[in-house]
């Protein structure tokens, strides 16, 4: 049963994970009305970055609609007690970066490395703490690797200075039973919070979460809508309501959240840009493909006239992973060449 005692934050990510969905073109005008109504929901932490997080905005992550420093000051004022978090991936992002949001005024610095590069991070987590913010670390692709190596990259970041560690399944390859083995590993070992982030490409974002809050996780992620990479995120407003259902004390109003969904949100949505469980997301998690990979595969498969679920599953089966979008291409025209030649033989 769920520990009534525990409060649990909820980190939106609608303004930075749901930026994939819509290929990072939220305006900073369109990011304030969003950000108003999360703070207006109350929710706890709201996140603001480019989807591949600060400095992701270049032609092999995709260009935003406006540079980091746009967004932040278009943000910040509409938060009053909801705290603002940014991104950073080392080798993506730089200390300059870095020294811009705290200028702008953020709270909070998730940094992100590959499950198995928690060392390159060191440095990083000195210079967030060191300028006075919350250091969040994100260990991407936690189902690449069994619990035992996420817990010793886990230890890495604590040592280095991380006020909490995540869990991501950045692929929403995980069942629920893999989310509770990592997280319950990394809660019973580590002296600091530990955190899940879920997708949703096997339909699990919001059980995964659940899992992931009874073997201890105090701090999870969601967007409205599900918005995010891939077939989407846990939906933030179906998260609320279902902790509250379960008798968790969360500080996000159900129904206020529920309004930034569909009222603020959903009009500026395509049925392109929606979330939806198709058949290539599904491939995602099946395959156990880092979730930005989806649109970028489409539009090379696209392309090459290949489905996208054959490219995917061979992405898979290499084990790729984030920072690697450029072997999508390499794989389609591999295909392509593979299937030229068999034509060529058959006649």
């Given at each position: 049963m769920p520990m009534t005692e525990r409060d649990v934050r909820l980190v939106d990510m609608t303004l930075r994970d749901g930026m994939h969905a819509v290929d990072h073109q939220f305006t900073p005008e369109q990011m304030a009305d969003i950000a108003s109504a999360l703070d207006d929901s109350r929710m706890d932490v709201v996140e603001v970055s480019h989807g591949d997080g600060m400095g992701g905005s270049s032609i092999n992550y995709g260009f935003s609609a406006a540079d980091t420093s746009e967004y932040l000051e278009a943000v910040v004022p509409e938060l009053t007690d909801t705290e603002l978090s940014v991104l950073m991936l080392p080798g993506i992002g730089t200390v300059e970066e870095i020294d811009l949001a705290v200028d702008r005024g953020a709270d909070i610095c998730r940094i992100a490395t590959h499950v198995t590069e928690a060392d390159v991070s060191a440095e990083h987590f000195e210079f967030v703490t060191d300028r006075g913010l919350e250091a969040n670390g994100?260990?991407?692709?936690?189902h690449m690797e069994p619990p035992e190596k996420v817990l010793e990259q886990a230890?890495?970041?604590?040592?280095?200075?991380?006020?909490?560690?995540?869990?991501?399944?950045?692929?929403?390859?995980?069942?629920?039973?893999?989310?509770?083995e990592r997280v319950g590993l990394l809660a019973d070992e580590l002296s600091i919070d530990v955190g899940f982030h879920a997708h949703n490409n096997l339909g699990l974002g919001i059980g995964n979460t659940l899992a992931g809050i009874e073997a201890g996780a105090t701090t999870v992620d969601g967007c409205l809508r599900g918005l995010g990479a891939g077939s989407g995120n846990a939906q933030m407003e179906v998260l609320v309501g279902t902790l509250e259902k379960a008798g968790y004390d969360v500080t996000p109003d159900f129904f206020s959240t529920m309004?930034?969904?569909e009222d603020v949100l959903v009009?500026?949505?395509?049925?392109?840009?929606?979330?939806?469980?198709?058949?290539?997301?599904?491939?995602?998690?099946?395959?156990?493909?880092y979730s930005s990979f989806l649109r970028h595969t489409r539009r090379v498969g696209e392309k090459f006239d290949l489905d996208p679920r054959e490219i995917l599953v061979e992405l898979g089966e290499m084990g790729v992973v984030g920072g690697q979008e450029d072997m999508i291409t390499d794989v389609a025209a591999s295909i392509a060449e593979e299937r030229a030649d068999e034509a060529e033989a058959d006649d």
């Open positions: 994100l260990l991407m692709l936690s230890k890495l970041m604590e040592e280095y200075g991380a006020d909490a560690v995540y869990v991501m399944d950045s692929a929403g390859a995980m069942l629920p039973e893999d989310v509770r309004d930034a969904a009009p500026m949505l395509t049925e392109e840009t929606m979330p939806e469980l198709d058949n290539d997301s599904l491939v995602l998690g099946y395959a156990g493909v």
